[in-house]
Nanobody, 123 residues
Framework: VQLQASGGGLVQAGGSLRLSCSDFRRTFSNNAVGWFRQAPGKERQFVAGISWRNLGTSYADSVKGRFAISRDIAKNTVSLQMNSLKPEDTAVYYC?????????????????WGQGTQVTVSS
């Protein structure tokens, strides 16, 4: 296993969850890391990305102000803090390592993917 996403679960609307992505082969170094999600019957969509070093973060409009992505370089982990969750946030969430240092919102720009963690938000 190279990437492992964890922290998903069932939460009521308005609640919070914190997802973590662990990198066991140190592929985070020098590369962007992104979080994507995929709901049943829908395409995988970008949620948040963090670029290497000081190149910044980016978010999908639907999660801005509610989600926050962060990176712990020493621990080789990237976290996604999700607050004010809504039922429409329900999906399998994936972390992925980018091909370049700058995060993008396109799945094709990421070449290593974790196995996903289920997030279910009840109304």
């Amino acid at each position: 296993v190279q990437l492992q996403a964890s922290g998903g679960g069932l939460v009521q609307a308005g609640g919070s969850l914190r997802l973590s992505c662990s990198d066991f082969r140190r592929t985070f170094s020098n590369n962007a890391v992104g979080w994507f999600r995929q709901a049943p019957g829908k395409e995988r969509q970008f949620v948040a990305g963090i670029s290497w070093r000081n190149l910044g973060t980016s978010y999908a409009d639907s999660v801005k102000g509610r989600f926050a992505i962060s990176r712990d370089i020493a621990k080789n982990t990237v976290s996604l803090q999700m607050n004010s969750l809504k039922p429409e946030d329900t999906a399998v969430y994936y972390c992925a390592v980018g091909r370049t240092p700058r995060a993008t919102d396109k799945p094709i720009d990421y070449n290593f993917w974790g196995q996903g963690t289920q997030v279910t938000v009840s109304s």
